[in-house]
């Protein structure tokens, strides 16, 4: 029973950590409020956590795990046969969105609020080297400039979280439509 509330106090601690980095920011959140949010005193805060920095630090690590998981979903495309590989994005996006969406705090916290831009970096990364074997493959255009696609992908779907998922105002499928139409087909009639 103690180990069961000792994890609930964490996840209070976090999820109200998170929380607040996202809406404040990091430098302007003080332990005192976090420990406030989540219904706690400091002397829990420090049962689990150093500093303010500590747990920011683990925020940062949860998610980049979470996120390996769809890291390489562009690889798996070469595999898939062509009249599927529409299907395969959009059921990509769409757990994509889920996962973010399931948590758009610590989204906010470890794409925005993470200074160094390292976490950024890898998915746009991995995005663009997924996209590249892809254009080797002929199966993404090779005018494309993966770089850009990866920035650009990543900015449309941090934008969608915070304006239609943390709103609820439409679901991941939903979105994952219009995102996968917009990248897979553009803008503009076939004729």
Excluded: C, W
Excluded at 52 to 70: A, N, P, S, V
Excluded at 78 to 100: C, N, S, Y
Excluded at 144 to 172: C, N, P, W
């Amino acid at each position: 029973m103690a180990r069961n509330k000792g994890e609930e106090s964490k996840k209070k601690i976090f999820q109200a950590a998170a929380e607040l980095f996202a809406h404040k920011g990091f430098h302007a959140t003080k332990i005192s409020d976090i420990v406030a949010k989540a219904g706690l005193t400091q002397a829990a805060f420090y049962l689990y956590f150093n500093s303010k920095e500590e747990i920011f630090e683990q925020m940062l690590e949860d998610f980049e795990k979470q996120l390996i998981h769809f890291s390489d979903a562009g690889k798996k495309v070469a595999d898939i046969q062509p009249e599927h590989v529409k299907d395969h994005v959009r059921e990509t996006i769409a757990d994509i969105l889920k996962f973010l969406g399931k948590n758009p705090h610590l989204t906010k916290v470890a794409l925005r609020e993470n200074k160094d831009d390292r976490l950024r970096s890898i998915i746009v990364e991995k995005i663009a080297a997924n996209m590249s074997n892809n254009q080797r493959l002929g199966i993404v255009k090779t005018e494309i400039d993966t770089q850009f696609a990866g920035e650009a992908f990543l900015s449309v779907i941090e934008h969608i979280i915070e304006r239609y998922v943390m709103t609820g105002e439409k679901t991941e499928n939903e979105l994952a439509d219009q995102v996968s139409l917009l990248f897979l087909e553009g803008i503009l009639n076939k004729n």
